[in-house]
């Protein structure tokens, strides 16, 4: 680090958990961002904030009207521009050292497996179940830890899933795919249909971002089960959530 980068993390090196070494080392990693919504907006501007050196954010939306209420990564200049692009653009604004790959297409399959091997951590900022599956399944597949958030109406929900821990379950141990909740599937998650409060995004993707930091740098403990926020009552809940040996992501390994 030179001493503008000395001066820029002053404020984290300070911190006897993270240091020098673990700035380093967050400027030695790299972060897969899928979603440049309204989770994927402060991750992005957070994660390049803080140091981290090198950023993937992937998605294929362009920016809509309906979205500047809450992602904050996009201004109204941005409308109808790539959201990967805009998302990029604003992050390389706040930290020019930052370096930032957008990926304008939908992320699945091949590129989805390939992108996910190449990260240290992987940040789920996706609206949708089958999406979450793809990268959940792509994550165990690598090796790569998942912080997975939710936002919709006034609560959301943090979860990390390690596949370096033998212990720690996976996306589709808490949500077994065809399953109450996941088999309305889609649309039962999106903010289009059921709204959301601009704030919570910022809540629920700030945590995403605090978790990848705290992995990449080596910083305090992982978040471990669910964490859930109840915005109306101002309230966290937390709950374990044990690996489920007929997991058909997980289970057979
Ligand atoms: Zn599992």
Not at 208 to 237: C, M, N, P, Y
Request: charge should be negative.
């Amino acid at each position: 680090m030179d001493d503008q980068a000395l001066l820029r993390y002053s404020r984290q090196i300070m911190l006897d958990p993270i240091d020098i070494d673990g700035q380093e080392r967050l400027l030695a990693g790299h972060a897969l961002v899928v979603g440049a919504g309204g989770l994927g907006s402060p991750v992005a501007l957070y994660l390049a904030a803080a140091g981290l050196g090198r950023l993937t954010l992937a998605d294929a939306d362009e920016v809509e009207l309906s979205n500047l209420q809450r992602q904050i990564a996009h201004a109204t200049v941005d409308l109808g521009r790539n959201k990967a692009e805009s998302a990029r653009e604003a992050a390389l604004a706040l930290n020019p050292d930052c370096a930032i790959r957008a990926l304008s297409d939908h992320l699945d399959g091949e590129a989805l497996a390939r992108a996910v091997a190449e990260a240290d951590v992987v940040l789920d900022c996706t609206d949708r179940f089958s999406s979450r599956y793809a990268i959940n399944a792509a994550c165990r597949v690598a090796g790569v830890p998942l912080i997975s958030g939710a936002a919709i109406r006034f609560s959301g929900q943090l979860a990390v899933f390690d596949p370096r821990d033998p212990d720690s379950p996976c996306y589709a141990c808490l949500y077994p795919p065809g399953g109450g909740e996941s088999e309305e599937g889609d649309e039962a998650l999106s903010c289009a249909e059921s709204g959301v409060v601009a704030p919570l995004v910022g809540l629920i993707g700030s945590f995403q971002a605090l978790e990848a930091i705290k992995l990449v740098s080596g910083a305090g403990t992982l978040h471990r089960g669910l964490s859930t926020f109840d915005g109306l009552v101002g309230q966290w809940r937390h709950f374990r959530v044990p690996r489920d040996p007929a997991c058909p992501v997980c289970g057979a390994e």
